[in-house]
C-alpha cells in the first residue's frame, strides 16, 4: 500500500501505519539513536563542521552504517554559507560525503542555504549519478528550475508552501518523479503538507500520496 512519505525528520513522531519517516541522524550521535526498526539518513550536518573534528573517523562510522539496509541515504549533507567560516571545511566534507553516496550507491539528502549554485557546481564536476534532494527548498522559482534541469530533486516541506502563489508555480513547475515532501523540525504533521500541496495542485492528496511515495521507493529502495 502507497504511504504518505516524509523524507527528512529529526524526530520519529509518527507511528501511523501509512506513514513512512526517513529519520535524519549526524554521525556524531547515530550510535545513541540507531534503531533498525527505522528507516534513517545517516551524515554530517555543516553546522556540526569544526576545524578539529576528526573526519576520517566521521567517515569511517558513515561507512559502516551505510551497509545497513534501514540507512537510505547520506545526510543531511551539504553547505550552509551562513556559516561563513567552515566553508572551505564543509566543501571537502561534502565531497566525501559524495563518494559514500555513490560507493553505497545510496541517495544524498542535501541542507543548503545559499549555496544551490555550488551545489550545482559540484554536481557537475563530480559526475555523481546517485539521486540528490534539496531539502527543505526555500530558493526561488529560477534557482528550482536550475537544479532541475541538473537532475536534482526537491522537498518541500510546510514553510517551502507558505506563500500561495509561489508556491503553486512550484509545485507546478517540479515533475512529480523529482518532488519530495518532510517535515524537518516541524510539529506540522507530514499529513498536513500533502495536504496543503495537494490543495495547491487541485489534487487529489491520494493522487500525490502514490506518485510521491513510487518515487520514493524508485530513488531509495533500489
Ligand atoms: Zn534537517
Redesign the pocket.
Known sequence: MACFVDI?T?GCSSHDHDIVEVV?LDVADIAFHFDEDFLCSVGI?PWSIKSDIDKASLFGIIDEYLDNDCVLAVG?AGLDRCHIDTVAEQKEVFVKEIELSECHAKPLII?AVRSCYDIIEIRKISGAVMPWII??FRGSLRMAEQLLQHDVGISLGIMSLHDDNKASMLLKMIPMDKLFFET??STVPIKAVYERASSLLDMDVEFLRDNIYNNFVKCFCR
Open positions: 527528512h529529526h535524519s550536518h543531511e541542507h531539502h527543505g524537518d523540525v
